[in-house]
């Protein structure tokens, strides 16, 4: 470590011992999320298992709660569930990433854990130099930074980022987020035999490829995997216009399903769904454990005109992760599962069976709370809408007859109520993980999940439902333990 990273760093802890009491006080602060110690965190990286451990690094900027020079934050895990921190991974010292370690990905070789991510640079005008950077460790928790593996190729702005990195058969491949010299998102694949000397294969996806046609100026964080035998891409294009009740916020993430042949350098592919309809879900990254299981993070947070009017901020923090959720690929559609694990912080648990609900604003014995997992089983709905309404600040709702599930949440800069939509064909299960700001709701074991922050009354704790027509279903509520 040099002068340059041990001040830095050193730096960082300050931030983090001098508004301690600041961010703990907050009682928006979430009990069984992953959030910044201080400061702004953003995009989960190199989400990997490593010698028996689960380990997330993630964008962080521990001066401000705003984006800037990024540093590379560290937890640990053996269960998904309780994190550890680790000693800062990166912070933004060498030429190549004055600006910030910006986001990439871990893979493990030879029992050594090697992180890429993009160096970012900006000289005194703005202008953006980009480089792909390597650095390894032998515990994974200390790092030695190796410097720039891949310089800009030509044919691309510096928007070129996010290298994820994955083994197929005898090849190291590198997939990265980019725009084109003439403004058009591409996702650009990448070989090597060695990690440290890669080959420019080109793009294998992007606006205007592969019949998509215009569809954004930029791709950011992509991610290619294999999932029942289908090669599947998570990438977040900027620049969509919103179609229907699809890409409504100001930056989309989603996934295309197909085929790739690694050779020819061509993915085949069918349409972008998204993978999130709430209002906070951004830059998802997955890995592979051990299990078999194809796992997931993402940012819960966005960047656009509601992010300055977090009340968080008035606490010295910003954003946190999703929790941890599986995917499972039926047919071409993407399902996400909360991993299993999270049902270890249950307890408390209150069951209603065979309800049979009929008027609105009904609220049940024992189900309400602000840390809680909702489960709303076998549902037979007759009418034209049934609604949750969730400390008197957020709401699901389903209306049968148009087959659409909508989420509404109240702004946080003026308290009106804002929604999110998405075509639901039927409706029969609804798992919910509520924290205190913080709300994901799982439809159908995952069919559709609608993600987002709320702001409620920190004395609420209610739960009320509410049909025009019947309904009848059962239901579970658990309190969650709360986690370090």
Same mark, same amino acid.
């Given at each position: 470590m040099n002068e340059r990273e041990k001040l830095l760093i050193d730096q960082a802890y300050k931030e983090v011992e001098q508004y301690r009491n600041t961010v703990v006080s907050d009682p928006y602060r979430l009990t069984y999320h992953i959030m910044p110690d201080v400061g702004l965190l953003n995009d989960p990286n190199g989400f990997i298992r490593f010698k028996g451990e689960y380990h997330l690094f993630y964008q962080w900027n521990p001066f401000q709660t705003a984006h800037g020079a990024k540093f590379w934050g560290h937890y640990t895990s053996t269960d998904l569930v309780h994190w550890n921190h680790e000693p800062i991974a990166l912070a933004p010292s060498e030429w190549y990433e004055k600006n910030g370690c910006y986001s990439g990905s871990a893979v493990e070789k030879d029992g050594n854990m090697f992180l890429f991510y993009t160096g970012n640079v900006k000289d005194g005008s703005g202008n953006r130099e980009t480089y792909q950077c390597m650095a390894i460790s032998k515990d994974g928790v200390n790092f030695e930074k190796k410097g720039p593996v891949i310089m800009l190729p030509p044919g691309y702005t510096a928007h070129f980022r996010d290298p994820k990195v994955w083994k197929e058969h005898d090849k190291w491949y590198m997939i990265v987020g980019a725009q084109s010299?003439?403004?058009?998102?591409?996702?650009?694949?990448?070989?090597?035999?060695?990690?440290?000397?890669?080959?420019?294969?080109?793009?294998?996806?992007?606006?205007?490829?592969?019949?998509?046609?215009?569809?954004?100026?930029?791709?950011?964080?992509?991610?290619?995997?294999?999932?029942?035998?289908?090669?599947?891409?998570?990438?977040?294009?900027?620049?969509?216009?919103?179609?229907?009740?699809?890409?409504?916020?100001?930056?989309?993430?989603?996934?295309?399903?197909?085929?790739?042949?690694?050779?020819?350098?061509?993915?085949?592919?069918?349409?972008?769904?998204?993978?999130?309809?709430?209002?906070?879900?951004?830059?998802?990254?997955?890995?592979?454990?051990?299990?078999?299981?194809?796992? +997931? $993070?993402?940012?819960?947070?966005?960047?656009?005109?509601?992010?300055? %009017?977090? !009340?968080?901020? &008035?606490?010295?923090?910003?954003?946190?992760m999703t929790l941890p959720r599986e995917l499972v690929l039926n047919g071409s559609k993407l399902y996400q599962k909360p991993v299993q694990e999270l049902q270890n912080l249950r307890r408390n648990e209150v069951s209603h069976e065979c309800i049979e609900l009929t008027k609105r604003d009904v609220s049940f014995e024992k189900i309400e709370g602000q840390s809680i997992e909702l489960k709303v089983n076998t549902m037979k709905l007759e009418g034209? +809408? $049934?609604?949750?309404?969730?400390?008197?600040?957020?709401?699901?709702? %389903?209306? !049968?007859?148009? &087959?659409?599930?909508?989420?509404?949440?109240?702004?946080?800069?003026?308290?009106?109520?804002?929604?999110?939509?998405?075509?639901?064909d039927k409706l029969e299960k609804l798992q919910v993980f509520m924290d205190t700001s913080s709300i994901e709701i799982f439809i159908n074991d995952g069919e559709e999940v609608f993600t987002s922050r709320i702001y409620p009354n920190v004395n609420n704790s209610s739960i009320r439902f509410s049909v025009k027509g019947k309904a009848a279903f059962n239901l579970q509520k658990w309190d969650l333990r709360n986690t370090p």
């Amino acid at each position: 470590m040099n002068e340059r990273e041990k001040l830095l760093i050193d730096q960082a802890y300050k931030e983090v011992e001098q508004y301690r009491n600041t961010v703990v006080s907050d009682p928006y602060r979430l009990t069984y999320h992953i959030m910044p110690d201080v400061g702004l965190l953003n995009d989960p990286n190199g989400f990997i298992r490593f010698k028996g451990e689960y380990h997330l690094f993630y964008q962080w900027n521990p001066f401000q709660t705003a984006h800037g020079a990024k540093f590379w934050g560290h937890y640990t895990s053996t269960d998904l569930v309780h994190w550890n921190h680790e000693p800062i991974a990166l912070a933004p010292s060498e030429w190549y990433e004055k600006n910030g370690c910006y986001s990439g990905s871990a893979v493990e070789k030879d029992g050594n854990m090697f992180l890429f991510y993009t160096g970012n640079v900006k000289d005194g005008s703005g202008n953006r130099e980009t480089y792909q950077c390597m650095a390894i460790s032998k515990d994974g928790v200390n790092f030695e930074k190796k410097g720039p593996v891949i310089m800009l190729p030509p044919g691309y702005t510096a928007h070129f980022r996010d290298p994820k990195v994955w083994k197929e058969h005898d090849k190291w491949y590198m997939i990265v987020g980019a725009q084109s010299e003439n403004k058009e998102g591409k996702a650009v694949l990448f070989c090597s035999d060695n990690l440290s000397h890669w080959e420019h294969l080109g793009p294998i996806a992007g606006t205007n490829m592969n019949g998509l046609g215009e569809f954004g100026y930029m791709w950011e964080c992509p991610d290619l995997f294999a999932l029942n035998e289908k090669a599947v891409l998570i990438v977040s294009p900027q620049g969509l216009e919103p179609q229907g009740d699809m890409y409504h916020n100001l930056f989309q993430s989603g996934y295309f399903v197909g085929e790739i042949d690694y050779e020819k350098v061509h993915f085949k592919h069918g349409a972008f769904t998204e993978l999130d309809r709430g209002f906070d879900f951004y830059a998802p990254q997955t890995t592979l454990d051990e299990k078999g299981r194809r796992l +997931m $993070f993402a940012w819960m947070g966005i960047t656009d005109d509601q992010e300055p %009017y977090h !009340p968080t901020i &008035q606490h010295r923090w910003i954003h946190a992760m999703t929790l941890p959720r599986e995917l499972v690929l039926n047919g071409s559609k993407l399902y996400q599962k909360p991993v299993q694990e999270l049902q270890n912080l249950r307890r408390n648990e209150v069951s209603h069976e065979c309800i049979e609900l009929t008027k609105r604003d009904v609220s049940f014995e024992k189900i309400e709370g602000q840390s809680i997992e909702l489960k709303v089983n076998t549902m037979k709905l007759e009418g034209e +809408m $049934f609604d949750i309404l969730f400390r008197d600040n957020a709401r699901f709702v %389903y209306d !049968p007859v148009r &087959q659409r599930a909508s989420f509404e949440r109240k702004r946080f800069n003026d308290n009106m109520w804002e929604a999110r939509h998405c075509q639901l064909d039927k409706l029969e299960k609804l798992q919910v993980f509520m924290d205190t700001s913080s709300i994901e709701i799982f439809i159908n074991d995952g069919e559709e999940v609608f993600t987002s922050r709320i702001y409620p009354n920190v004395n609420n704790s209610s739960i009320r439902f509410s049909v025009k027509g019947k309904a009848a279903f059962n239901l579970q509520k658990w309190d969650l333990r709360n986690t370090p």
